[in-house]
């Protein structure tokens, strides 16, 4: 028998509340082990390691990743740069997309409906190395017609989508 393609998505509404509970623990502490995370859900290794993996198999889990604190890389200024498009065509804002995201600098890219088209997270070291990145990543784009800059004083994590 052949393997079956990985889902992309998981079913809505089939994650129980053992899957719930892996997902919390792993979101408090992405490096647990195995059997700290079985001890902490209350399931066998064997059984946590089969959920974890159909977790990531399903799509519910996306990544695991470490969270760096701009500042601890001399980046302690953040930005939200709304960018409108003067047009839409989809091979256009493909490739602003893919260009913005890959950006350095910049943390988080949405592609969104409404007067502004991206906005655009960015963490930077200074005012100036701002507007560089503003002129030289994201104005340089003919689609581009129109950019706002907001200056982030705080960021908080919000409780998440298993915060009830």
Do not use: W
Request: glycine letters at 10%; charged letters at 25%.
């Amino acid at each position: 028998m052949g393997q079956q393609p990985k889902k992309t998505q998981p079913v809505s509404g089939t994650l129980d509340g053992t899957d719930l509970a892996i997902l919390a623990a792993l979101m408090e502490d992405g490096r647990m082990t195995n059997a700290a995370l079985a001890a902490r859900v209350g399931v066998a290794e064997s059984t946590c390691a089969y959920r974890v993996r159909a977790l990531r198999e399903s799509g519910a889990i996306a990544s695991i990743n470490a969270r760096i604190d701009p500042r601890a890389l001399g980046r302690p200024l953040h930005a939200i740069i709304k960018v409108r498009l003067g047009s839409h065509s989809r091979e256009l804002v493909r490739n602003l997309y893919d260009a913005l995201v890959d950006t350095p600098g910049v943390l988080t890219v949405f592609h969104i409906g409404g007067g502004d088209d991206f906005l655009v997270h960015a963490a930077v070291a200074s005012p100036e190395k701002l507007r560089d990145l503003i002129l030289e990543h994201v104005t340089v784009h003919p689609v581009v017609r129109q950019t706002e800059t907001q200056l982030v004083f705080e960021v908080r994590e919000g409780r998440g989508v298993l915060g009830g």
